[in-house]
């Protein structure tokens, strides 16, 4: 096992115990909910085959929902996410493409280029999230604000974390 499955794997649990323990109480103006394990997602490899993704986003999201008591609520919405993220991946290759090896991260691909990565995938995330929580369009107002104010809060969040950790500053 290499040491980037090592740290896939510790990460997973690392995501889940954060979202768990600390997230789920952070709330602002009980409108911004911040989602911090839609970054396991976010930063798995870019070669990630779809179907990995979506198992992982399953498993993930199925963890949670036994802490939130959400009946798969987080499950279906990961598993949306790793969908989507590949092909929104493709959309957005640079002209060069991308090098062998590297995360989607800040510091491989720079602020402007993780901002049009990660924002979309964070705003789809909360959308499904939020309207499935909410069972359908009946308040949505309400529900557009918890969509729009969460999917800042939660990239502010990863953004934070990105400058924070060691070994993902850009050189």
Same mark, same amino acid.
């Given at each position: 096992?290499? @040491?980037?499955?090592? &740290? #896939?794997?510790?990460?997973?649990?690392?995501?889940?115990?954060? #979202?768990?323990?600390?997230? @789920? /109480?952070?709330?602002?103006?009980?409108?911004?909910?911040?989602?911090?394990?839609?970054?396991?997602?976010?930063?798995?490899p870019i070669e990630t085959n779809t179907l990995v993704l979506m198992v992982l986003g399953f498993l993930l999201g199925f963890m949670i929902d036994i802490f939130y008591d959400s009946l798969g609520l987080h499950a279906a919405t990961l598993v949306l996410v790793g969908f989507v993220r590949n092909f929104w991946l493709g959309r957005i290759t640079p002209q060069g493409g991308y090098d062998a090896g590297e995360g989607p991260t800040?510091?491989?691909?720079?602020? #402007? &280029?993780?901002?049009?990565y990660s924002l979309p995938i964070i705003f789809v /995330? /909360?959308?499904a999230l939020f309207f499935i929580e909410a069972g359908g369009f009946g308040l949505p107002g309400y529900t557009f604000s918890k969509v729009f104010f969460s999917t800042i809060f939660t990239f502010s969040i990863i953004l934070l974390m990105q400058y924070l950790l060691p070994g993902q500053r850009r050189s």
């Open positions: 096992m290499s @040491r980037a499955s090592i &740290w #896939q794997f510790l990460s997973f649990f690392v995501y889940l115990i954060l #979202q768990v323990v600390l997230m @789920r /109480h952070l709330v602002l103006f009980n409108t911004a909910f911040c989602f911090i394990y839609v970054a396991f997602l976010l930063f798995l800040l510091a491989a691909n720079g602020f #402007q &280029w993780f901002l049009i /995330h /909360h959308f």
